[in-house]
């Protein structure tokens, strides 16, 4: 079994969120420091970048981006994607543990999406991701992040699932199966990946990833004992709607104290 996000699925991950709407998710991001923010958000600090799907778009949309990951494969998939003479984030992209992570200076804004503080498992892990976000916010800098919604995956449960997407020459094929452990609050997930060219298999991988779903109190006791202060749960894309049972991930905003 490899380590999460190994090279395998790093080479697959931007075919198999294809249908994830980016973009409009950027232009959520962009809506809510404009919202939430004092008005002088032109530096953004993503934690858990990724293959910078959301860094570089917000690079092209005039923001100074720094992207932050452990996965040097993801890395490497955004940095290829930075190559673009209209992107200003080539060189923007840091590998590190986002609990310990030091860059030395502030921001107007940090991100974490994607579920990236659901890979921080125990209290203390959690603690240390936003403590490190903090300390690269200024005072009144904004914090996003979404996460599992506990009251929705208590809900609908996690299920089995098969997904093929085609490619240019061949398809990839990804089975995955769940288990949630109630008690310590985490969704462990194992992906078993193929990727083919036409008939043949080119590669094969098998992760297993462990996500923690988070309840409102929680969230706010753990914002609130990191220096922030915790300023909207929502649904998450729709912003706009409270968020229920069914709604698996929901969006948070904080604002540094």
Request: charged share 25%; net charge negative; hydrophobic share 40%.
């Amino acid at each position: 079994m490899s380590e999460p996000f190994g090279s395998i699925y790093a080479d697959c991950y931007d075919a198999l969120y294809q249908e994830k709407d980016y973009e409009a998710e950027c232009d959520l991001i962009e809506r809510l420091l404009r919202t939430y923010g004092d008005g002088n958000i032109s530096s953004i600090l993503d934690l858990g970048c990724g293959t910078g799907n959301h860094a570089l778009p917000l690079s092209a949309r005039g923001f100074e981006i720094i992207g932050v990951d452990r996965s040097a494969s993801m890395l490497a998939q955004a940095r290829k994607k930075a190559d673009q003479p209209s992107l200003t984030a080539r060189d923007a992209f840091y590998q590190a543990d986002i609990q310990s992570v030091d860059l030395g200076r502030q921001f107007d804004a940090a991100l974490l999406m994607f579920a990236v503080l659901g890979y921080q498992l125990e209290n203390a892990d959690v603690m240390a991701a936003l403590r490190s976000a903090r300390r690269h916010l200024r005072s009144g800098g904004l914090l996003l992040f979404d996460v599992w919604y506990g009251p929705a995956v208590l809900f609908q449960r996690p299920s089995e699932r098969v997904k093929i997407i085609p490619t240019s020459d061949g398809k990839i094929l990804r089975a995955s199966s769940s288990e949630l452990d109630t008690t310590r609050q985490t969704c462990t997930v194992r992906y078993h990946l193929w990727k083919f060219d036409n008939a043949r298999l080119l590669n094969e991988t098998e992760e297993e990833h462990t996500v923690r779903y988070f309840f409102p109190l929680e969230l706010e006791l753990f914002l609130e004992s990191t220096g922030f202060t915790p300023v909207r749960l929502a649904a998450f894309p729709e912003f706009e709607r409270d968020a229920d049972e069914k709604t698996w991930n929901v969006l948070v905003v904080a604002r540094a104290v």
